[in-house]
């Protein structure tokens, strides 16, 4: 059985994936930026996202677009930890990630009610690493070559998949050795996050040799700048029915966490494929 445990909620994957539904509380993601700084707007949004059918929803305070600046821990705190308390309260039936690679604010979230931590840094921070011990949390461990100030500038890879799939090797190992619970982590191969064009659509192709201690894969394409290349458009709208196209091929290659912007016609395109995959 493919599960993922977030304290005290319980994923089964074998046969049935979810839905991650992004809200950034930043005024400068580079695909809604500033459009839910305010924890009314944020909050509002989440509960759109939980009514079209979310089991998780994912809540960020510090921008990882490429050539983002980083926050305080203060800052990303006061930005994160109101939503994350109302949403607990109000929706105890859903899944609250924190998108952070900062220790302190991952605590926080946690303690606010969180149950999973997904750090696009992949847990190289030792204090990261403890916080997930302690809490139990859910943890997503991503790939990223660099940091988001540098990751786009020259990525290179000699074997793409071995060199990830080597990281994501490393990382179960500390993780566990920290005290993690094998059940309790899973791997998103970071697409976009110091990967190129074509890079990107390496790790499309091959989805399913990223699987590493039989964990399940979390895949984060929606909106991203690739999807627009591809397409010979600037314009976010047009990254939408593309999102879904992968969310659909990626469930067919095994992938069942998907973390996206739309949630209801992702969703409605992962329980198709499911279907076809699965029947009953």
Not at 31 to 60: K, N
């Amino acid at each position: 059985m493919m599960n993922w445990r977030c304290l005290h909620h319980r994923f089964a994957l074998d046969r049935r994936g979810e839905i991650m539904g992004i809200v950034n509380t930043t005024p400068d993601s580079f695909s809604d930026g500033g459009r839910y700084a305010t924890p009314e707007s944020a909050l509002d949004h989440a509960r759109r996202l939980i009514v079209e059918g979310a089991a998780i929803i994912d809540i960020g305070g510090e921008s990882t677009r490429p050539g983002a600046t980083g926050v305080s821990e203060d800052e990303e705190i006061r930005r994160v930890l109101p939503v994350v308390r109302t949403l607990a309260v109000e929706f105890p039936g859903t899944a609250l990630s924190i998108d952070t690679c900062k220790a302190a604010v991952a605590r926080a979230a946690v303690a606010a009610g969180a149950s999973i931590i997904n750090d696009v840094t992949g847990f190289r921070d030792e204090a990261m690493i403890a916080v997930a011990a302690e809490s139990g949390a859910g943890v997503v461990v991503m790939h990223m070559q660099g940091t988001p100030r540098t990751m786009q500038s020259a990525p290179l890879y000699t074997d793409l998949v071995g060199e990830i799939t080597a990281f994501f090797k490393d990382r179960f190992a500390a993780l566990t050795a920290a005290g993690v619970a094998p059940e309790s982590i899973v791997f998103d191969p970071g697409i976009g996050f110091g990967k190129n064009l074509q890079h990107n659509l390496e790790i499309l192709r091959r989805l399913d040799q990223f699987v590493v201690e039989g964990r399940p894969l979390l895949l984060g394409v929606s909106r991203k700048s690739f999807l627009g290349k591809i397409l010979g458009s600037d314009d976010l709208e047009d990254r939408h029915w593309p999102t879904v196209a992968i969310t659909s091929h990626a469930r067919e290659q095994g992938v069942a966490l998907h973390r996206v912007h739309e949630v209801k016609a992702n969703l409605d395109a992962l329980r198709m494929t499911e279907a076809i995959l699965h029947p009953a």
